[in-house]
């Protein structure tokens, strides 16, 4: 859904709808991104606000570093656990 319905559009209104348009796309990937490499975010989080932000951020700078100390192959999997 965007802010502004078709009818209320004016160019300021359309760049708008548009930024937070791809905003929304951009944070949904990045859950994606990080659903599939922390099973945290696979299920409902019950913390504080405050906690939930952290986790967030410490989940992002830690699949950063990975992403620069691993291989782009290398992909850890539960089902390769189970193996």
């Given at each position: 859904?965007?802010?502004?319905?078709?009818?209320?559009?004016n160019h300021d209104r359309k760049?708008?709808?548009?930024?937070?348009?791809?905003?929304?796309?951009?944070?949904?990937?990045?859950?994606?991104?990080?659903?599939?490499?922390?099973?945290?975010?696979?299920?409902?989080?019950?913390?504080?606000?405050?906690?939930?932000?952290?986790?967030?951020?410490?989940?992002?700078?830690?699949?950063?570093?990975?992403?620069?100390?691993?291989?782009?192959?290398?992909?850890?999997?539960?089902?390769?656990?189970?193996?």
């Amino acid at each position: 859904n965007k802010p502004y319905s078709a009818r209320e559009l004016n160019h300021d209104r359309k760049i708008f709808n548009y930024r937070i348009s791809r905003a929304r796309s951009i944070v949904e990937n990045v859950f994606g991104i990080l659903a599939a490499r922390f099973i945290i975010f696979n299920t409902e989080i019950n913390f504080s606000l405050k906690k939930i932000d952290y986790v967030i951020a410490e989940c992002c700078a830690l699949h950063n570093d990975l992403r620069k100390t691993t291989s782009q192959q290398y992909s850890l999997s539960f089902n390769s656990l189970e193996n």
